[in-house]
């Protein structure tokens, strides 16, 4: 089928490249399938993790096979999420004699590294983070002059008996009183009756870091 020059009209020739009416360069087919993406599409296979930059807000689509989870970072004023997510099959147990006999040889430092690994531990055994971390959580309470200390210990007396729930263990709760005026007596005990009921169980934890 012949081509028709779009400024004159004229037929032409399907090899032309120029009218020979007029002179006007001739478009041709290739040119006119140049057509902007506005969305990237990547199709990754064997198991691969495909990273995707849409710019001007698009939103990137991606296929995976193999079961994997792509990753992508979206520019344009995006916000995006990255979750990590470690495993670990078991916690270990606290101790209050460790917490007395190491606070006692460090001169109180071993307790802000123990309250961080309360919070953490908490956390992991509830299944989502209902205060800062424990490295924070920490600097908070120092920058606070401790107030923010009862604070925390309220959401985790509030996290230990949602953990509880969780597993349906209705024979010990966490007093919220009990836990501001005799923290280590109490929270700890709460912490290693979850814990050995986990492992009586075979539980897989998400830690929370």
């Excluded at 520019?75 to 460790?98: A, H, N, P, W, Y």
């Excluded at 430092?109 to 961080?116: D, G, K, M, P, Q």
């Excluded at 200390?149 to 709760?173: F, P």
């Amino acid at each position: 089928m012949s081509k028709v020059c779009e400024n004159c009209g004229a037929e032409l020739l399907d090899e032309a490249k120029t009218c020979h009416a007029c002179g006007k360069e001739v478009a041709t087919e290739s040119a006119l399938n140049l057509v902007p993406q506005e969305q990237s599409q990547v199709h990754a296979e064997d198991g691969q993790n495909p990273q995707v930059h849409a710019e001007g807000g698009q939103s990137p689509q991606v296929h995976t096979e193999g079961g994997q989870s792509p990753q992508f970072h979206v520019e344009g004023g995006q916000s995006s999420s990255i979750v990590t997510t470690m495993f670990c099959d078991r916690i270990e147990r606290m101790s209050i004699l460790k917490l007395m006999l190491y606070s006692c040889c460090t001169v109180g430092i071993y307790s802000f590294f123990w309250w961080a690994k309360l919070v953490n531990t908490v956390h992991t055994l509830v299944g989502r983070r209902t205060t800062a971390s424990g490295g924070t959580a920490v600097f908070y309470i120092m920058i606070t002059c401790g107030i923010y200390g009862i604070y925390l210990v309220c959401k985790l007396t509030d996290a230990l008996n949602e953990a509880m729930d969780q597993r349906d263990i209705k024979d010990s709760r966490v007093s919220t009183i009990l836990a501001i005026l005799f923290p280590i007596f109490v929270l700890i005990p709460a912490v290693n009756r979850i814990i050995d009921f986990d492992y009586s169980r075979g539980v897989r934890y998400m830690s929370y870091r």
